[in-house]
């Protein structure tokens, strides 16, 4: 099993940064790859990026690329998902989520965080 618990969400404005948390516990060493995802209200849950605990390699979703940065801190068990040139279409709940393989399928993941919301005004 592996606990994921999301920290950083907010209100923000449009052109703001942001910095999500996820801090992770349990066997963490049998799901390498962690990714974000994130879902709007009566949108379907759209992949955001993802990494590995070693590091990479990390891949993007066309809609974030360039703007967003996903990256680990082993030592403090943590994925970080930074949020620069928010736009209001940002606004969603984003989710961590662990897995054992590649994938911008959320059925391709184990484990979720419970969300933090995001929410970008114009």
């Known amino acids: 099993q592996v606990q994921l618990v999301e920290s950083g969400g907010g209100l923000v404005q449009a052109g703001d940064s942001l910095k999500l948390s996820c801090t992770a516990s349990g066997r963490t060493f049998s799901s390498p790859v962690m990714a974000w995802f994130r879902q709007a209200p009566g949108k379907e849950r759209e992949f955001v990026a993802r990494?590995?605990?070693?590091?990479?390699?990390?891949y993007y979703g066309d809609s974030v690329k360039g703007r967003f940065t996903i990256s680990v801190d082993n030592a403090k068990n943590t994925v970080y998902l930074l949020m620069n040139s928010l736009k209001p279409e940002d606004t969603a709940v984003y989710y961590c989520t662990a897995g054992q393989y590649y994938s911008v399928n959320p059925d391709g993941y184990n484990y979720w965080g419970q969300g933090t919301q995001v929410t970008v005004s114009s």
């Open positions: 990494i590995t605990w070693s590091g990479g390699p990390t």
